[in-house]
């Protein structure tokens, strides 16, 4: 990508990022010496435009949940170039995201971990209202109200802590939270992953609602693939730090043209009799230690001998992106 396509899809997007790098110290040794690096996310790149749902996919340590907390400044980045509302980023500055977390906000997978025990909602609602100075003293306790009612609760759980509430309910304040600042984008890491089917979809809809009347643009990374499907604009595939695949979500189902995809919408579970799917075999290779050439080739079926030499590079096929020498038909 040249200069000036990066200039100009940074400056129409509401988010765009550009061969994101994270890499973790690996220490050993009696001295706790630096003897290697995990590469969990490895140049990565993704634009997400205005009111846009795009999703992240891929196997456990993948890295898509870093990538989420890279985007937001929320863990180290080493290299890459991002821009937020067409502003650029020193991504090694803390100091550069500090304009822009009302626009950005996340959601955590956990419940039970992600709201603070010792605080009552109308507390916890009202720190980001106070830190962002977005309402008055005396407004605080009307505007968590508000929030509490935008998410589907009842006003009178204000003097109550967090522990008085099930998981979907938990899962309701975090979102009221991350609306507190009335963001642009939200990080939705795996939201409902540890809640019951009954109310995953109710959360899930309560998103959708929301991302309607606010304009807001969600990023969704989540194991779910039938959920994937039927809630997301676009769809990028993670295999050990790099996007392997990337299409708009009816494309990505319909036509898969990276091997790994096609493992991963094989073992979507069916009651269809007599599908033999291409099970996935074997375990991902070490983020610290990843093979020559293309990363899956220890797994593909369909390897060749270019595939153990050379890395495959994103390149354009019919609907989307495919890091592959042998894209499927």
Known sequence: MTAAMSAATASTSLLAAEDIRVYYPVHGGILRRVVGQVRAVDGVSLQISPGEIVSVVGESGCGKSTLGLALLGLTPVASGRLSLNG??????????????????????QDPYGSLNPRHTVQEMLSEP???????????????????????????????????????????????????????RLIVCDEIVAALDVSVQAQIVNLLLRLREEMGLALLFISHDLSLVRSISNRVHVMYLGRIAESATSGELFSRPRHPYTRSLLDSIPTLQRGKRPSILTGEPPSAMNPPAGCAFHTRCPGRKELCSRERPELQAVDGGLAACHFPLE
């Open 129 to 183: 209202l106070q830190i962002h100075k977005l309402a008055k003293a005396t407004d605080l306790r009307d505007r968590a109200a508000e929030l509490l009612q935008r998410v589907g609760l009842d006003r009178d759980y204000l003097n109550r802590y967090a522990h008085a509430f099930s998981g979907g309910q938990r899962q309701r304040l975090a979102i009221a939270r991350a609306l507190a600042v009335e963001p």
């Open 87 to 108: 502003k650029p980023i020193e991504v090694r500055k803390p100091s550069s995201w500090r304009p822009f977390r009302r626009d950005f906000q996340i959601v955590f």
